[in-house]
């Protein structure tokens, strides 16, 4: 029984952090048994073996369920790159093709007007079928949401090309100016609004590069309108720091994840 336990519970973990993991586990595990396989190192490796192979085929497969990969594998000043190989890895780097156009033509703006520029892609959405959680996030479930990370920049050597203020992009909040309130402070326990206070001291202390996300935002409620843009979502304080009003950039609320630390974009349907 305790065997059985640990292989369903690996089958859900996996399944909820790549999608397709939990089926590669079961393989796995069958291989594993027909040939009397009974290491968990061969197993283990038989796993990764099939994993690899299992999300390079994924590339392929997706498109023919509406769902196109961005691209992992660019040169490092690539105007569109995903910030970190974990999303590859995890296959959340899956995105609709309209979404697609929308993100090669932003970064293209942006890396037009100011030379150098990487946009860097973070959580997208799974590979397949619509309404699949891609947790923690609430929306990314449809091939029509992704993240962006900021473009930062520090005091001395200004605009960063490639960096973010953590690995992975998120939880390293840009914090509200002195004299401005931060949204919805105290909104409990089953809020999704984390801070994460004890992480931000080991962080490095880029600032927001305000000229690029400025423009950024200001095309995509601009000229993204012709690719299907709908939404932007960003904490309010950002709004009037950076300049950008539309009525396409709205306050995600206080149920949601801060949006201090990335940018959420979504187009229609």
């Known amino acids: 029984m305790r065997k059985l336990f640990i292989r369903i519970s690996v089958f859900i973990l996996l399944t909820i952090l790549t999608q397709i993991g939990g089926v590669v586990y079961l393989l796995a595990l069958a291989l594993g048994k027909m040939f009397s396989w009974n290491s968990r190192l061969v197993i283990f490796a038989l796993f990764i073996v099939a994993y690899i192979s299992a999300s390079f085929a994924t590339t392929y497969l997706a498109p023919l369920f509406g769902r196109h990969p961005l691209p992992c594998l660019v040169s490092q000043t690539a105007p569109l790159k995903i910030a970190n190989p974990i999303f590859c890895a995890l296959n959340r780097q899956y995105v609709k093709k309209d979404l697609l156009v ?118 995509l409620v601009g000229e993204g309108r012709k690719y299907g843009m709908e939404k932007v979502l960003l904490e309010s304080h950002l ?31």
């Not at 946009?119 to 091939?143: E, I, K, M, Q, R």
């Not at 939880?171 to 089953?190: A, E, R």
């Not at 009037?240 to 994840?257: K, M, P, T």
């Open 102 to 219: 929308l993100l090669e033509k932003a970064s293209g703006a942006v890396d037009a007007r100011f030379k150098g520029t990487q946009t860097l892609v973070l959580d997208a959405n799974f590979p397949f079928f619509d309404g699949f959680p891609l947790l923690p996030h609430l929306s990314h479930h449809d091939g029509r949401k992704v993240d962006l990370a900021f473009y930062y920049m520090d005091g001395k050597a200004g605009y960063l090309s490639g960096y973010m203020k953590s690995p992975v992009g998120y939880w390293g909040y840009s914090q509200p100016k002195k004299g401005t309130k931060l949204s919805c402070t105290n909104v409990g326990f089953l809020s999704l609004r984390w801070d994460f206070v004890f992480l931000q001291p080991y962080l490095p202390e880029y600032l927001i590069e305000p000229q690029r996300t400025s423009y950024l935002l200001k095309w």
């Open 239 to 269: 709004k009037s720091q950076l300049g950008v009003s539309s009525d396409l950039i709205r306050f995600q609320g206080c149920r949601a994840a801060r949006h201090d630390d990335h940018i959420h974009l979504q187009i229609g349907k």
